[in-house]
């Protein structure tokens, strides 16, 4: 048990869902603060989490010929500078080394708060004909962006994220690998976090700082604001162009190619801990969960025995299933009470739990696999089909799995509203919060005003929205298209 956090109680969600939070994420030893202001330490249990994230995005990635790689997250400040947009977008968030061995360095350097820059360096070296295209780089590492509000996973100085980056020869090629990067991530957030999102285009002021196009990937938090979930882009040629990136073409013709970029972080466990998390602790969807399942002894008579059946039923699941093996723990360490160690596991969203006491072991009473989940019932298994258990197991995970999803597409399709007028906008970012869907006349001083007077941004305009016939929400002039609002986490 740790001693900073052991005797602390969790704060009710519905009472202070900051504090809430930030109970949780200390309590269930995901993270740590860390001694620079902003920063946090992944302890074991969380940075578990990342891994099965690395897990399943590696396996998507690989598919379609994604290679990964690492650059150096020390950036010489006159590369920034070689894309004024860029520069532009990041300075008020860069982190910058001027004193290097003791000594003034001649030349600043940057902490690496994205990678474009490095990566278009290197790749004017690597290309040269249109053989090499496309170019698929893909690098898991950390970036520091020095943020004013900092908060653990959603918001901190330095965090660890991936982040891809490919060339092609065409505009075409460009469009289709960053949509379908976002379409990976909408599906990582459904089979993997149990969740819904929304995907679209972001506006020209929030887009990415040299992007011609960015796609966006939206969660809708429990206290009604919206979290930027993942991105992909379409950036623009200046960066091929202003890095020297260039090819000959089947023609002999030398021409510029076209990049993208897109990345997730690990602000999206951020919002698994807030979406799923309830007033016990966390709630770990089954597919992300490093443990699945914890059986726990009751000890106090007959202990051998105890132990001797939980060892098997442990051994009963591996057998059915290898990826058991590791993801069930056997808790027969003598290190807390048995309503601690209930309590625990609970704290740490474990899917599922078996208690194991004499009359399992004796027969006279069925074994019980209870889920975290309290909507989900739990399952008995008896002496004679103890076998099944691999089975019943599996099958209560898939109902967990469908159930978190279900829970959070309900608050996020009943959290979706239209505004007809700006007194409504209003009314209802002030009460209800959530997605507002409004017409938006697409001009920035208007968006500008709007985030003034409501603290709500464009969010994004859903993918292959069509045209419609309506009046700007801000200044009535005529507009073409619903754009989503919401609060920014």
Avoid at 119 to 124: G, R
Wanted: hydrophobic share 35%; net charge neutral.
């Amino acid at each position: 048990m740790d001693k900073a956090y052991s005797k602390k109680l969790l704060t009710p969600k519905s009472q202070d869902f900051s504090k809430w939070y930030l109970d949780v994420v200390l309590n269930a030893k995901l993270a740590d603060y860390g001694p620079v202001r902003g920063t946090m330490v992944l302890r074991p249990y969380g940075y578990s989490l990342w891994e099965k994230v690395q897990d399943y995005f590696n396996s998507v990635i690989k598919k379609d010929e994604v290679k990964n790689a690492y650059f150096p997250s020390l950036i010489p400040i006159s590369l920034l500078r070689k894309e004024k947009k860029h520069i532009e977008g990041f300075s008020p968030e860069l982190a910058v080394i001027t004193i290097g061995g003791g000594e003034k360095l001649e030349e600043e350097i940057v902490v690496r708060p994205t990678s474009e820059t490095i990566i278009y360096l290197m790749l004017s070296k690597w290309i040269s004909s249109w053989r090499d295209l496309p170019v698929k780089l893909n690098q898991w590492c950390n970036v520091v962006r020095w943020e004013k509000r900092t908060l653990p996973f959603l918001r901190t100085t330095e965090f660890l994220w991936q982040e891809g980056h490919t060339i092609h020869e065409t505009s075409e090629e460009a469009k289709e690998m960053a949509l379908r990067a976002l379409t990976w991530y909408k599906d990582l957030y459904k089979s993997l976090y149990s969740l819904p999102v929304l995907i679209g285009v972001k506006s020209e002021s929030e887009k990415f700082a040299g992007a011609s196009v960015t796609y966006t990937v939206e969660s809708l938090l429990p206290d009604g604001k919206a979290l930027q979930s993942a991105t992909s882009h379409i950036l623009e040629q200046n960066f091929a162009k202003n890095f020297g990136v260039s090819y000959q073409d089947k023609e002999g013709v030398l021409k510029y190619p076209y990049p993208t970029s897109w990345g997730l972080s690990t602000r999206s466990l951020g919002s698994v801990v807030m979406i799923h998390g309830d007033d016990n602790g966390l709630i770990l969807p089954p597919k992300l969960a490093p443990i699945k399942l914890v059986i726990i002894p009751v000890l106090g008579k007959d202990d051998e025995k105890v132990f001797t059946f939980s060892k098997k039923i442990k051994e009963l699941l591996e057998k059915y299933d290898s990826a058991f093996a590791g993801s069930v723990e056997l808790w027969d360490q003598d290190n807390g009470s048995f309503g601690w160690k209930v309590n625990e596991s609970e704290l740490m969203g474990i899917p599922l739990r078996i208690t194991v006491g004499p009359k399992e072991v004796a027969g006279e009473s069925p074994l019980t696999i209870t889920c975290r989940v309290k909507d989900v019932e739990s399952e008995e298994v008896s002496q004679k089909t103890l076998k099944e258990i691999g089975e019943k197991v599996e099958k209560m995970l898939e109902k967990e799995h469908a159930f978190l999803y279900e829970k959070a597409e309900k608050h996020l399709e009943e959290n979706i509203r239209t505004a007809k007028n700006y007194e409504e906008f209003k009314n209802i970012m002030n009460k209800n919060k959530g997605f507002i869907k409004a017409f938006w006349c697409e001009n920035p001083q208007c968006e500008a005003k709007i985030k003034e007077e409501t603290k709500a941004t464009t969010r994004l305009l859903p993918l292959g929205a069509k045209e419609e016939s309506g009046h700007c929400i801000y200044c009535n002039s005529k507009a073409k298209h619903l754009w989503y609002f919401a609060q920014s986490s």
